[in-house]
């Protein structure tokens, strides 16, 4: 099980930069892949963008050449336990909540399984 908390959303003016974290606890050993996802009033949750475990990183269209995903590796360690969300040139159709998730691994017997946990999300308001 993982447990994982955002925080550094808040209101931005347009063309303006924040930086949002997600710190996950727990079974980190087992996650694949951590990503950010967003929210807009009524619309959809959608991807922003997800790195894995070995770094890989992929963006939403909307989300190439504005912002950057990355991760922490202070603590000398292989596995996903902190995450960032560079979001630079911020739009007002940025506007949303946006959620840490976590791709976690387990086994049922020999087959391998995925589950997806998710933080509360952190609120990001980019005023025009």
């Known amino acids: 099980q993982v447990l994982l908390v955002e925080s550094g959303g808040g209101l931005v003016q347009a063309g303006g930069s924040l930086r949002l974290s997600c710190a996950a606890s727990?079974?980190?050993?087992?996650?694949?892949?951590m990503g950010w996802y967003r929210q807009a009033p009524g619309k959809q949750r959608e991807l922003v963008a997800v790195?894995?475990?070995?770094?890989?990183?992929?963006?939403?269209?909307?989300a190439k050449g504005r912002f950057t995903i990355s991760r922490d590796n202070a603590k000398n360690t292989v596995y996903l336990h902190t995450v960032y969300l560079q979001m630079n040139s911020l739009k007002p159709e940025d506007t949303a909540v946006y959620y840490c998730?976590?791709?976690?691994?387990?086994?049922?017997?020999?087959?391998?399984?995925?589950?997806?946990?998710w933080g509360k999300g952190t609120l990001v308001t980019v005023s025009s």
């Open positions: 998730n976590a791709e976690w691994s387990y086994y049922t017997g020999s087959s391998p399984q995925t589950m997806d946990f």
């Open positions: 727990g079974s980190t050993a087992s996650i694949n892949a």
């Open positions: 790195i894995s475990s070995r770094g890989s990183t992929n963006y939403a269209d909307s």
